[in-house]
Nanobody, 123 residues
Framework: QVQLTESGGGLVQAGESLRLSCAAS????????VGWSRQVPGKEREFVAA????????YYAESVKGRFTISRSNAENMAYLQMNSLKPEDTAVYYC????????????????WGQGTQVTVSS
C-alpha cells in the first residue's frame, strides 16, 4: 500500500501558475504509476494526467494538454503537477493517485488516492 499527500494548492488569478506536489509514503513508490485527477462539487472526478513508473510515458486530458506537465522523482518519492496558464475552469480539488497495474489513464484505474488539495482560479 501507499499513502499519498498532496500539497501546493491555492488561490491564483487566471493565467498564473501553480505546482502541485504529491508525497508518497512507500519506499516502493517507483513501482507505481501515478496520476492526477480533479473534482468539482456535484460533478464526477475527472482524469487530468498520468505518468508511468519510470517517468517515461505521460498522458494528459485534452483540456490540460499543453498547459499542465506531470513529473516524478522516484529518489524522493514525489510526483508533481506543474499547471501553467490556469483558467477559472481548472478550479477543483486535485487528487494524486497511484496504481501498480496497467492501464492508468482513467480515474477508476487507480487503487490509492490522497485527500486532495484545493485549486481556485479567479477570473
Amino acid at each position: 500500500q501507499v499513502q499519498l499527500t498532496e500539497s501546493g494548492g491555492g488561490l491564483v488569478q487566471a493565467g498564473e501558475s501553480l505546482r502541485l506536489s504529491c508525497a508518497a509514503s512507500s519506499n516502493a513508490f517507483s513501482v507505481y504509476n501515478v496520476g492526477w485527477s480533479r473534482q468539482v462539487p456535484g460533478k464526477e472526478r475527472e482524469f487530468v494526467a498520468a505518468i508511468n513508473w519510470g517517468g517515461i510515458r505521460t498522458y494528459y486530458a485534452e483540456s490540460v494538454k499543453g498547459r499542465f506537465t506531470i513529473s516524478r522523482s522516484n529518489a524522493e518519492n514525489m510526483a508533481y503537477l506543474q499547471m501553467n496558464s490556469l483558467k477559472p475552469e481548472d478550479t477543483a480539488v486535485y487528487y494524486c493517485g497511484a496504481t501498480a497495474d496497467d492501464p492508468y489513464t482513467q480515474v477508476n484505474d487507480f487503487d490509492f488516492w490522497g485527500q486532495g488539495t484545493q485549486v481556485t482560479v479567479s477570473s
